[in-house]
C-alpha cells in the first residue's frame, strides 16, 4: 500500500514541520511516500517534492494528548447579537449611500483612471496549487502604486476631476481601477482631513463605504479601505466647508497600494454555481442551502468568510462568533485558525451571512447575475488569544456583527477519544459561499506527526467536504456547540478534497487550549451544573448555577454560631480572633484576642479572667475583663501574638513593639507561615494563576 501526505490546506503558521501520516495497524509495505514543501526564494516561492522512500522503518503513533482530569466541563449556550443592523439592512444603507454620492460626481471621472495591472507571475501565484503546510489560501495580491496618488501634504491634487460648487464647496473624483479583478480595495498613507472633509469609496454596482475623516479609521492616516466587488472604483473627497483657500491645505492623502482581489480560476470539471470563485468548488462540496443543516443551523448566522491583506497576497479562511459567560455584555469574540491569523490585523473584513439565495444558486457577488454585493460586515480585528499548540486563534472582531448574527455556544469536554461522535460544520471554501459538512469522529485514526490526538479531533467526512478557505471554521457537537475549529487534512490523498476513505479532516481542540482562552469566554466562572460551581469549601456555603453565574447561599452559620472550616461545622462562637477579648473567649481557648496588643497602643493588653490564671499574666486582676499594673514587659515572648503575617513582636524598653511586614512585596499564608507568590483562600485574583489554589472565582481566590 502506497501513502502520500500533503495538507493541501494550511498547517499552523511558520511551523517547519510537515505533518506526515504514520503507518496504520496493519500496513506491511515498506515503501512510503511523503510530500515535503520547501521554502523557496521570496514569499511567492514555492517548491513541492514528491519523494518515494524505500525500506523505512515508519511506527504507529498512539500518542494522545489528554485532558485534564481537573479540568471541569464548562459549556454554554447561543446568543443572539444585540443591536446594529442586518446584513439586508447594511447593503439598504450602503445602496442609499451610492445614490447620494453618485448624485454630487463630477462629470469626466472616467477620463483618466488610475489603472493597476497584475503580471502573468501576479496570475500564477494565485492559480497555482494551494499552499501546503504554512500559509492560508491566496485570493488575491497587492499592487503598489507609482508616484504619489492623490494629494500629498501642502501639493494639489495630481490626478482626478473637480468639481466646485458656488459657495466655496467642492467634490474632486478619481477613478481607480484593476482590470479582470473580482474585488479591489486601497491602501491610503499620509491621510489627514479638515472637519469639513470626507472621503467615500464607491463601486459601479450600488457599494460604498465612508465616510473616511480625520486621520482615518485607525487614527494615524494609515488604513485600508473596504472591499468593493468590482474590478473598478472611485474615490471621492467631498469638501462642504466655504472656505476652500483655507481648509485644502490641510487636506492630504496618498493612494500606495491596491489589493487586487481575483480568488481561485475554475476547475475543468462540474461545477455546482455558476461563475468564479464559487466554481473552483470540488464536486463532493454541499451548498448551504441544498440541505438541513440540523446541528449546524445556528452556525449559518455565526460563520463569516474572513479576507485579509498581508505582506504581498490577500489571504482567506473561515471563522465564527463565540459567546461567553458573561450575560451582562456582549463581546464579538470571533474563533479562527492560528495557520490562518495569529496576530493583530487591522485590515481583515468579515463576510457574515455570505451564502447562495438558494440551492446551488449563483454567488453572492456574481459578476454574471448582477444585484448589490453583500458588504463586509466588520473590518479590523485585534487577538485576544492565539496558539500554534491546537492551531487556534480568538480575535476581538473591532466592530459589532450584524444584528441577525448569532455567537456560539461552545463545550471544552474532551470529544478527541469518542469514536463516532458526530460533528458538523459551516465554512466557506474557495472565498465562496457557505458549505455544509458532516463528520464523524475517528478516534482509531492514524496521526500525522505534529498533530497528537487530543490536542487535534480525527475525523471521517460523511456528508460534504471542506477545502482551501474552510480553515477556522468551528465544528460543532450534536447540541450545536463548538468544541474546535478546521486545522486540515491528514490523509493519504490530501490533494483530492473528496477522497474520504483515505483522508482525514483535523480540527483543533477546545478542550486542549481552553486554558488559554477561559478567561476570554468564560471571564466570571460560567457554569452549565451546580456541580460545576462547588468551590469545595463549607463556609462559603451552597454554590449553585443560576443562568450561567455560580450563585452562593452565603455563610451557613447563623444565629450567632461560627462556621468551621476544619469540621465543616457551625460551632459556639468561643473566638472570633478579632482582636478583642471578649465574654467567652479567654487565654485557653483565644490567646490571640486576649493576650494581644490592641487599639495600636502596645503598652495595654487585655487581661484575662481572673478565675483562668494559668494563662501566664500576672497582671489580670481578680476583677475580671480589666488590666492591672500597667502594660509592660520583660521579654520578647509576652509581646508574640501568635501571628506570622504582621511580624515578629519584640520587647524594648519594657514596652511591646509591633513587627514589621515578613513578606514585603509578596503574599503571606498565615496558614503555612511563609511568604508566597499566589494568593490564599479569598485573596483578590485576576486568573488562576493568581491564586496558590490555581482557583480564582468571581475575583477571589477559593481554597489554599
Known amino acids: 500500500m502506497t501513502a502520500k501526505t500533503i495538507d493541501r490546506r494550511p498547517q499552523t503558521a511558520g511551523l517547519s514541520r510537515n505533518p506526515s501520516p504514520v503507518t496504520m495497524p496493519g500496513m506491511t509495505d515498506s515503501r512510503r511516500l511523503f510530500g515535503v514543501t520547501l521554502p523557496g526564494k521570496g514569499a511567492r516561492m514555492r517548491t513541492r517534492f514528491w519523494i518515494l522512500l524505500a525500506a523505512v522503518s515508519i511506527i504507529w503513533m498512539p500518542l494522545t494528548v489528554a485532558q485534564s482530569a481537573e479540568q471541569p466541563t464548562k459549556r454554554v449556550g447561543p446568543e443572539q447579537a444585540v443591536g446594529g443592523l442586518t446584513v439586508a439592512e447594511q447593503a439598504a444603507r450602503q445602496l442609499q449611500l451610492h445614490g447620494e454620492i453618485t448624485a454630487v460626481m463630477p462629470a469626466g471621472v472616467n477620463q483618466t483612471p488610475l489603472t493597476i495591472e497584475i503580471t502573468q507571475q501576479d496570475r500564477n501565484d494565485l492559480s497555482g496549487p494551494a499552499p501546503n503546510g504554512d500559509a492560508p489560501l491566496r485570493v488575491g495580491v497587492v499592487k503598489s502604486v507609482p508616484d504619489a496618488v492623490g494629494k500629498p501634504f501642502g501639493h494639489a491634487f495630481n490626478r482626478g476631476v473637480v468639481e466646485k460648487g458656488q459657495d466655496g464647496s467642492f467634490v474632486w473624483a478619481m477613478t481607480v481601477t484593476s482590470p479582470d479583478a473580482q474585488a479591489i480595495r486601497l491602501h491610503l498613507t499620509g491621510f489627514s482631513l479638515p472637519h469639513n472633509t470626507e472621503m467615500y469609496f464607491i463601486s459601479t454596482n450600488g457599494q460604498a463605504h465612508g465616510p473616511y475623516v480625520g486621520k482615518g479609521r485607525n487614527g494615524n492616516g494609515d488604513f485600508w479601505t473596504r472591499s468593493i466587488a468590482s474590478d473598478t472604483g472611485r474615490v471621492v473627497l467631498r469638501y462642504t466647508g466655504d472656505t476652500p483657500g483655507a481648509d485644502r491645505p490641510k487636506m492630504s492623502f496618498v493612494i500606495s497600494d491596491v489589493a487586487h482581489i481575483r480568488g481561485r480560476p475554475p476547475r475543468p470539471q462540474l461545477k455546482s454555481h455558476d461563475s468564479w470563485p464559487c466554481s473552483d468548488n470540488a464536486p463532493c462540496v454541499v451548498d448551504v442551502n441544498c440541505v438541513n443543516t440540523g446541528p449546524a443551523a445556528p452556525a449559518e448566522d455565526a460563520v463569516a468568510k474572513m479576507e485579509w491583506i498581508q505582506g504581498p497576497f490577500i489571504y482567506t479562511c473561515s471563522g465564527g462568533l463565540l459567546a461567553d459567560t458573561d450575560a451582562g455584555s456582549q463581546i464579538p469574540y470571533f474563533l479562527t485558525a492560528n495557520h490562518c491569523l495569529n496576530s493583530d490585523n487591522s485590515s481583515l473584513e468579515t463576510f457574515f451571512n455570505y451564502t447562495t439565495g438558494s440551492c446551488n444558486g449563483a454567488c453572492p457577488d456574481s459578476l454574471v447575475s448582477g444585484g448589490t454585493p453583500p458588504p463586509a460586515s466588520t473590518v479590523g480585528a485585534t487577538v485576544a488569544a492565539t496558539g500554534s499548540g491546537g492551531d487556534f486563534t480568538l480575535l476581538t472582531l473591532d466592530q459589532a456583527p450584524p444584528a441577525d448574527a448569532t455567537f456560539l455556544g461552545w463545550n471544552n469536554a474532551p470529544i478527541a477519544t469518542d469514536n463516532g461522535v458526530n460533528l458538523y460544520r459551516i465554512s466557506n471554501p474557495n472565498f465562496g459561499p457557505q458549505a455544509y459538512s458532516q463528520h464523524d469522529v475517528d478516534a482509531n485514526s492514524p496521526q500525522c506527526t505534529g498533530w497528537p490526538r487530543g490536542e ?97 447561599n452565603g455563610d451557613p452559620c447563623g444565629d450567632g454560631t461560627v462556621c468551621n472550616e476544619a469540621t465543616d461545622t457551625c460551632d459556639a462562637p468561643a473566638c472570633d480572633n478579632d482582636g478583642t477579648c471578649e465574654a467567652g473567649e479567654d487565654c485557653n481557648n483565644c490567646p490571640n484576642d486576649c493576650r494581644q496588643k490592641t487599639n495600636g497602643n502596645p503598652n495595654s493588653r487585655y487581661c484575662c479572667d481572673g478565675g483562668l490564671p494559668d494563662c501566664g499574666d500576672s497582671r489580670c486582676s481578680e476583677g475580671g475583663w480589666s488590666c492591672g499594673g500597667g502594660g509592660s514587659c520583660t521579654s520578647d515572648p509576652e509581646c508574640d501574638d501568635g501571628q506570622f503575617c504582621n511580624g515578629a513582636e519584640t520587647c524594648s524598653g519594657g514596652s511591646c513593639q509591633s513587627g514589621s511586614d515578613p513578606c514585603p512585596g509578596q503574599g503571606c499564608d498565615e496558614g503555612s507561615d511563609q511568604c508566597v507568590s499566589c494568593g490564599g483562600n479569598k485573596a483578590p485574583c485576576n486568573s488562576n494563576s493568581d491564586c496558590c489554589s490555581n482557583n480564582c472565582k468571581n475575583g477571589t481566590c477559593r481554597g489554599n
Open 456 to 552: 487535534r479531533i480525527y475525523s471521517v467526512d460523511r456528508i460534504g467536504a471542506t477545502m482551501g478557505g474552510s480553515s477556522g471554521s468551528p465544528v460543532l457537537n450534536g447540541a450545536s456547540e463548538v468544541v474546535g475549529q478546521l486545522s486540515g487534512c491528514c490523509g493519504f490523498n490530501c490533494a483530492d478534497d473528496c477522497d474520504s476513505a483515505n483522508n482525514w479532516t483535523v480540527d483543533g481542540a477546545l478542550a486542549f487550549y481552553w486554558d488559554s482562552v477561559s478567561e476570554f469566554l468564560d471571564p466570571q466562572g460560567g457554569c452549565a451544573t451546580d456541580a460545576e460551581c462547588d468551590d469545595g469549601l463549607f463556609c462559603t456555603g451552597t454554590e449553585t448555577c443560576v443562568s450561567g453565574s455560580c450563585q452562593s
